[in-house]
């Protein structure tokens, strides 16, 4: 496995890297320190690499923490948790770390994407950093360009010099940036009087936070999965119930065939226990005594307003099947098509509510009547006995 790490380093540096040095090493270690020249291109693994040595070629190292503290003719291809380059590099430097530290001169190219990127060195082709937190402290010979959080900038820019940030871009004094600077950012740069800037100033205002044109759009957009998100839990709730417990489905439904009389005193009941029991909530929460029964009767009351809003779709679906499909038993899909219809009938203003409303009064009285049958069931033949 580590012979296959140090070949896919080996593939990331330039294909004209493997022509001009004579050989290859290769070090794999935990713990390793390269303290010996290599003539050629040069690739180590480890959590923690040290190169001490000169590489005459190209140097690849993959580690938690990465310090080259020799001189490097090539390119430099580095990742590491933390990475830090003491000495100087003759070709690009590429870098892929949470913390990088650039302390000598680049002759090539630099190229830097990390979480925190510092760079006392100067390169001397282009720069190209993404980071949350940047400082280019001794410019740089080619054109500069940075994203990323907060960006802080100091010495000689002999090209432009282009920031896309969030934060702020602070200049430090007497820096010089013989091209342009152009940066994108929610507030102004803090540049000093002594600051240099030949070929001007650009800035755009990007403000991260969304107009309110984006912001109605976003509300849309969230009210709209919101709603979704509502719908289909209650779908798969009343599919779920109707399914596990068709049985007590059935009963609940046969309840809204029975004479008009018990129909509305179903009704009232369920009125009367919506209504009536956060009264009696607010009551017993006045003593100190009554604050632990009002508790356990809120967690029954909301229980109960659950189960009463489910099983008002899945009497839509009961009502649905035994009217037009002839069907007594009520099967999950059942369930699950009434709360659909149900959902939909609750988005017409105004009437679909008041619709709602009376289905989950009449639900909850069902419910009521249902739990107490359970509780205390009437034997028929005790009474015939008796």
């Not at 040095?21 to 693994?45: I, Q, T, W």
């Not at 508790?295 to 009502?319: E, K, T």
């Not at 059942?334 to 009064?361: N, Y």
């Amino acid at each position: 496995m580590h012979r296959a790490l140090l070949a896919t380093l080996a593939l990331l540096l330039p294909l004209g890297a493997f022509a001009a040095p004579p050989r290859a090493s290769f070090s794999v270690g935990n713990e390793l320190l390269a303290a010996s020249s290599s003539p050629g291109n040069a690739y180590a693994a480890g959590a923690s690499v040290v190169v001490t040595a000169p590489v005459a070629g190209d140097l690849g190292v993959a580690g938690g923490s990465v310090i080259v503290a020799a001189p490097v003719q090539g390119d430099e291809l580095l990742f590491g948790g933390s990475v830090s380059t003491r000495a100087p590099a003759g070709g690009d430097l590429r870098v892929l770390g949470g913390s990088i530290a650039i302390e000598k001169p680049i002759a090539g190219d630099l190229i830097a994407l990390g979480y925190s990127v510092r760079d006392a060195g100067r390169a001397g082709g282009s720069v190209f950093v993404a980071a949350a937190d940047t400082v280019i402290s001794n410019g740089a010979a080619g054109p500069v360009t940075i994203y990323g959080n907060t960006v802080s900038l100091a010495g000689d820019f002999a090209g432009d010099v282009r920031v896309v940030m969030s934060g702020r871009l602070t200049l430090a004094a007497s820096t010089t940036i013989r091209g342009s600077l152009s940066y994108e950012a929610p507030e102004s740069a803090i540049i000093p009087a002594s600051a240099d800037i030949k070929g001007g100033v650009v800035y755009t205002n990007a403000s991260y936070l969304p107009d309110a044109g984006t912001s109605r759009v976003l509300a849309f957009v969230s009210v709209g999965f919101f709603l979704f998100a509502r719908v289909l839990g209650a779908l798969i709730l009343a599919g779920l119930l109707t399914g596990l417990f068709p049985r007590f489905a059935e009963a609940v439904a046969l309840r809204a065939y029975t004479k008009p009389r018990s129909v509305l005193l179903t009704m009232l009941l369920g009125f009367a226990i919506l209504v009536a029991t956060p009264v009696l909530l607010l009551l017993l929460s006045l003593t100190f005594v009554g604050i632990g029964l009002a508790l356990l009767l809120f967690a029954l009351y909301i229980l109960l307003v659950l189960l009463s809003l489910l099983y008002a779709g899945i009497l839509l679906g009961a009502v649905f099947v035994r009217r037009f499909m002839h069907r007594d038993t009520i099967l999950w899909r059942d369930g699950a098509l009434g709360m659909l219809a149900l959902s939909l009938v609750a988005l017409v203003p105004f009437a679909g509510l008041f619709v709602v409303f009376l289905l989950t009064i009449f639900t909850a009285g069902a419910l009521l009547q249902l739990f107490f049958q359970f509780a205390f069931p009437h034997d028929e033949h005790l009474h015939e006995s008796v």
